[in-house]
């Protein structure tokens, strides 16, 4: 089983900046993805960015250019840095690690992004 912690939501005003970070319990071996959803009120939840299991990393078209997926791997973390934020953005943000060995998906807590203009 593994464990994720998240930290960094908040209030910003549009066009402000905001960090994540998701930091799992322990080493992951076998990772298939790794990265951060949202969910807005009234809406589904949606990919934001991830980091794929061949390297390569995937951003929502709707944030390209404004947030930077990150990780450490010594620390098991990763870290979405949020810059130029709209009123849009508002939502609650999830960490998620999806694991090839076992096959197994694992979701934080959530932490609410809200974005004032």
């Known amino acids: 089983q593994v464990r994720l912690v998240e930290s960094g939501g908040g209030l910003v005003q549009a066009g402000g900046s905001l960090r994540l970070s998701c930091a799992a319990s322990?080493?992951?071996?076998?990772?298939?993805?790794m990265g951060w959803h949202r969910q807005a009120p009234g809406k589904q939840r949606e990919l934001v960015a991830t980091f794929l299991y061949d390297g390569s990393t995937n951003y929502a078209d709707s944030v390209k250019g404004r947030f930077t997926l990150s990780r450490d791997n010594a620390e098991n973390t990763v870290y979405l840095q949020m810059n130029n934020l709209k009123p849009e953005d508002t939502a609650v943000y999830y960490c998620n690690l999806n694991t090839i060995i076992p096959q197994a998906q694992y979701w934080g807590q959530g932490t609410q992004v809200t974005v004032s203009s």
């Open positions: 322990r080493k992951i071996g076998s990772i298939r993805a």
